[in-house]
């Protein structure tokens, strides 16, 4: 499986972006799909995760209620909403994708990753 993150960029605090994320190639195998990002000398961290059926999700505490997480089947694509932003959501945004049927939250767990896109909030 190939992923491919894209819509990442500058954005003032309180602002808005949604990242995609593609898929291509044995797709079926990318049955949960998340979100983790990455600032310099710290973990890849937990954001979101959606399951295949897009009725289970799960958020990091800190961005519950302001980033929504989705997924289009067909178009084989996920997407992370991002609204309210501010300048501690600034990070490297990775997409991931996991075989298994139950929604992890450690990069560990994770067999698929995309290229990563950078998100700056400005304050």
């Known amino acids: 499986v190939q992923l491919q993150a894209s819509g990442g960029g500058l954005v003032q605090a309180g602002g808005s972006l949604r990242l995609s994320c593609a898929a291509s190639?044995?797709?079926?195998?990318?049955?949960?799909m998340g979100w983790f990002r990455q600032t310099p000398g710290k973990e890849r961290e937990f954001v979101a995760a959606i399951n295949w059926s897009g009725r289970s999700t799960d958020y990091a505490g800190s961005v519950k209620g302001r980033f929504t997480i989705s997924r289009d089947n067909a178009k084989n694509t996920e997407y992370l909403e991002m609204n309210s932003l501010k300048p501690e959501d600034t990070a490297v945004y990775y997409c991931a994708a996991s075989s298994g049927w139950v929604i992890p939250l450690s990069y560990r767990e994770y067999d698929y990753w995309g290229q990563g896109t950078q998100v700056t909030v400005s304050s």
């Open positions: 190639g044995r797709t079926g195998v990318s049955r949960v």
